[in-house]
């Protein structure tokens, strides 16, 4: 999605211009899953069709039955690799939802998705234009049709209330380019809500980000002194505020594990935004 202006997306695959040359070959379902198979990958995705919102229904509805036809035949080529010795234990391949925020195109993906039987299912196509409600509304719709005994993994989001919010609705897996991403623009994730860095305010401020953390970016340098790196475009900035915000989102992660565990997750939840917020 991201590189829309420089492919070109067909049945087959997906080419992509080069501003240095052309590319040897044209990236497939097939292709796909064989170069993860050969990189080791655990947790393995379709080749999909991500559109952009807002959309038309026709443009969605058809990246929805693209990508459908595409996990049948990266499932076949998984098998096919499992029986050639190409698959490790441990290793499996992930079916992805598409359908934009229509709920009749969500259950299309989701039902037919499912009755391929992957081993665990993602939930694509959200956190791409539209708004928080709206994927939200869309999670409550598609994530009952998956199986409750399958991994349900969302892509691309999110800030730490949007996975506060997906977990309350059955997502167990993310992953996001925000922690380091913000990182690298001076803003640090901390429990009491998002701190921008390159603020003045922070310029005399000896407190670190967050004292009780385990990581040492967190609790290790003052909030002033990380200030002065933003601000003198220290690359260390980026590094030491990406480091603090991986490990804010991992306890993050564990404390959700922890309330649901303990069955007070709807109530940590409710205090938890509200620091956050």
Wanted: hydrophobic content about 45%.
């Amino acid at each position: 999605m991201s590189l829309a202006k420089l492919r070109t997306i067909s049945d087959g695959g997906v080419a992509f211009q080069s501003h240095i040359d052309c590319p040897p070959d044209v990236p497939t379902p097939e292709r796909a899953v064989e170069i993860q198979c050969l990189l080791g990958v655990d947790i393995q995705m379709q080749l999909d069709e991500c559109v952009a919102l807002p959309a038309s229904y026709q443009a969605i509805e058809q990246a929805v039955e693209r990508s459908l036809a595409w996990a049948g035949r990266a499932q076949r080529a998984f098998r096919d690799a499992r029986q050639r010795g190409l698959v490790n234990a441990g290793q499996e391949l992930f079916g992805i939802v598409q359908g934009g925020i229509d709920a009749t195109l969500r259950a299309r993906s989701a039902d037919a998705l499912v009755g391929l039987n992957f081993a665990g299912y993602a939930v694509g196509g959200l956190a791409v234009g539209e708004p928080q409600q709206a994927m939200l509304a869309t999670l409550e719709r598609t994530v009952p049709r998956l199986p409750p005994d399958r991994p349900r993994y969302l892509m691309g989001v999110g800030t730490p209330i949007d996975l506060i919010e997906a977990v309350a609705r059955g997502v167990d897996m993310f992953d996001c380019v925000l922690p380091t991403r913000s990182g690298r623009h001076g803003q640090a994730f901390t429990w009491d809500g998002k701190l921008n860095l390159r603020n003045a305010a922070h310029s005399d401020d000896r407190a670190p980000l967050d004292a009780l953390s385990q990581c040492p970016a967190a609790r290790n340098y003052s909030r002033a002194y990380l200030h002065h790196l933003v601000k003198a475009q220290e690359y260390l900035a980026a590094m030491l505020l990406s480091w603090a915000n991986i490990a804010f989102y991992q306890e993050l992660m564990a404390a959700m594990r922890d309330a649901i565990a303990r069955g007070k997750f709807a109530a940590w939840a409710a205090e938890t935004k509200a620091r956050l917020a």
